[in-house]
């Protein structure tokens, strides 16, 4: 029969948990987080703990931080050079999203360098990015000095809310950045009613980019393959183990 543990006696951690304790990463790591998620299941249904966690919310970047961080990265740019310059449909399907607002194709003295997309209204939305964008970036214009937007950034398991100084018009724009490891759903601004209680001011928005996150493939004989091929042994080995010491242990049936 099996014994039952003392009562207030912590159980034994499991042998493998050892093992996951000396993996030599922590997250958000992109070389490992692809393969991460599936062996972190796996150690769950064993009741171990995985030492990697990716549930951040959306961070905001600076300009060197995002052209840093997103240098490797494939990405998307979509300029608004081309469309046709007037009002555009209030459900706008741009090179790496859609934007829902009312969105207006503008150039010259508001977008001295080329076409920008600018927002008729308070509030715009960009949202259905491709596939595993987990950097959004942008260079806004404002129309009045002291304009101030919220932008809502969602992401696949957070949300975050940024409040920007007061901005103003320059030529090439403010940068706007963030970045979430888990994936970025919608960016969604909102003007604040710091003008006058009742008005908004013209912004705008050019050189939209996403980054995708999609490392490059791990060579077979990269350390953080090795390391999950020993452990993977290692949980098979113990399993194995297990089961010839329960079978030792059985009693023969009496006949």
């Not at 919220?150 to 409040?163: I, Y």
Request: proline share 11%; charged share 15%.
């Amino acid at each position: 029969m099996p014994r039952r543990r003392p009562s207030g006696v912590a159980p034994r951690p499991h042998p493998a948990q050892h093992l996951v304790q000396l993996l030599p990463f922590t997250c958000p790591v992109s070389e490992a987080r692809v393969r991460v998620g599936t062996l972190a299941s796996f150690l769950g249904t064993l009741g171990i703990g995985f030492p990697c966690a990716v549930d951040a919310a959306p961070e905001l970047l600076t300009e060197a931080e995002f052209a840093s961080q997103t240098a490797a990265l494939p990405k998307i740019t979509e300029s608004f050079d081309g469309y046709p310059i007037g009002q555009a449909p209030s459900l706008f399907r741009i090179a790496n999203g859609t934007y829902t607002g009312t969105p207006v194709i503008m150039d010259h003295a508001w977008c001295p360098f080329s076409q920008c997309l600018a927002a008729d209204g308070p509030d715009g939305k960009f949202d259905a990015f491709p596939p595993s964008t987990a950097y959004w970036g942008t260079r806004l214009r404002l129309a009045i000095d002291g304009t101030v937007l919220s932008v809502t950034v969602n992401g696949a398991r957070g949300s975050s809310v940024f409040v920007l100084p007061p901005l103003g018009f320059t030529p090439n724009g403010t940068f706007f950045g963030v970045h979430d490891p888990s994936g970025i759903v919608s960016v969604s601004f909102h003007q604040l009613p710091t003008i006058c209680p009742f008005c908004w001011s013209n912004y705008s928005f050019d050189d939209v980019v996403v980054a995708l996150d999609q490392p490059p493939a791990v060579p077979a004989t990269s350390p953080v393959v090795l390391t999950l091929l020993a452990l993977a042994l290692a949980l098979v080995a113990y399993a194995v183990g297990g089961r010839s010491l329960q079978q030792r242990g059985r009693r023969p049936s009496s006949s």
